[in-house]
């Protein structure tokens, strides 16, 4: 028989309209709940699997001393603590990025299995930094392993938010849109990561004293610098605004007095 008519072939318009179809967002939520959940047990795992003292060790080697025993651990329980730390903001992150989005669509959900991939990378880079601390070329080799995961986990973040703001009516709420409250901020916190481990990555190629040690205080210290920039912003945001109010009421006193003044004295 005679065939039909021939199918159009798929163009570039009809590809972008399927990864614009929507997605459930609370599915991609508990999925993402899940993986970090998973990947901050096995943090857990690790650190208690392989990192607790020997009895006869610290009878023999620190006579009796489980502090002693302990502190030999020391560079372990940091990178663990780092590693925590990273995964613990990480999921803040992406529940804040969520939080205000209103509905996601299949191109934010492929990034967000894409991020997540990197997620999951994350126990690994805890081992190589505690495994290899204290080596000074694995050691810069494992740091700049574990930035790379941390950047392209966050990254694919950042790419999430980016693709809402090019549908940001349908996408997201309004606090987190161009010129919303919470858009400066947002940008801030997905930029973060991505931001401080690119720089650590480069410290490392220039530095070949930077080590382990300092790598995971810093991961412990950005939450609180990040808190520390926030309230700085909120207090700079509240003086502007005091200073602009009290500079509007003075010209609104003015404006009184002039309006009560008879138009001899105005003159005069």
């Not at 966050?154 to 409250?181: C, D, M, P, V």
């Not at 650590?200 to 991961?219: D, G, P, R, Y």
């Amino acid at each position: 028989g005679q065939r039909g008519e021939e199918e159009e072939p798929h163009s570039l318009e009809t590809f972008t309209f399927y990864l614009s179809e929507p997605l459930s967002k609370e599915r991609v939520e508990a999925f993402s709940d899940g993986v970090y959940a998973i990947v901050a047990t096995l943090l857990i795992l690790d650190i208690c699997e392989d990192n607790v003292p020997d009895p006869r060790e610290v009878e023999e080697k620190f006579h009796g001393s489980l502090l002693e025993a302990l502190s030999e651990y020391g560079p372990n329980y940091l990178a663990y603590f780092g590693s925590f730390v990273t995964i613990g903001l990480l999921w803040f992150v992406h529940h804040s990025l969520f939080l205000y989005v209103t509905k996601a669509t299949r191109l934010m959900g492929l990034l967000n299995i894409l991020s997540l991939a990197f997620i999951g990378g994350l126990p690994l880079a805890y081992q190589l930094t505690s495994e290899f601390a204290e080596k000074s070329h694995n050691e810069i080799e494992a740091i700049q392993v574990s930035c790379v995961i941390t950047f392209f986990a966050s990254i694919f973040q950042f790419a999430i938010w980016t693709t809402a703001l090019l549908n940001e009516e349908e996408t997201l709420h309004a606090f987190a849109r161009y010129g919303g409250k919470e858009h400066a901020f947002m940008f801030a916190k997905l930029a973060l990561y991505p931001c401080v481990s690119l720089g650590a990555f480069f410290v490392t190629c220039l530095l070949s004293e930077f080590s382990t040690a300092v790598f995971h205080l810093m991961q412990i210290v950005i939450p609180f610098a990040f808190l520390a920039l926030r309230i700085f912003v909120r207090i700079s945001l509240t003086a502007i605004k005091s200073v602009m109010s009290l500079s509007r009421r003075k010209v609104v006193l003015l404006e009184e007095e002039e309006a009560c003044l008879s138009p001899n004295e105005t003159l005069s």
